[in-house]
């Protein structure tokens, strides 16, 4: 469960790398094209919301359990009695 955590990271990453690829040649391609400016204005801030929702994925994967540890622990830790049982 550890490699799940850390791939979550990893895959949301990946994601962000990939956008930012498309969005920079499709950057390169306006200049080249000399097209109107605002299309690199709008692609430049397109890159800045993929990066700052990129960011804030990867902060809601890391406190969506607490404590850390419960997200790769099947059983809740520490065990107390009020807890529901697992024996069915």
Not at 24 to 37: D, E, F, P, V
Request: aromatic letters at 14%; a positive charge; hydrophobic letters at 50%.
């Amino acid at each position: 469960m550890k490699g799940l955590f850390i791939s979550l990271h990893m895959y949301t990453l990946g994601v962000l790398f990939c956008k930012l690829s498309l969005i920079t040649l499709y950057y390169q391609i306006a200049q080249r094209a000399q097209t109107l400016r605002t299309l690199g204005i709008c692609l430049l801030v397109l890159n800045i919301v993929c990066v700052i929702y990129t960011i804030s994925t990867n902060i809601a994967i890391l406190f969506w359990c607490r404590p850390l540890k419960a997200f790769w622990s099947f059983m809740p830790i520490p065990l107390s009695p009020g807890m529901i049982s697992y024996d069915r």
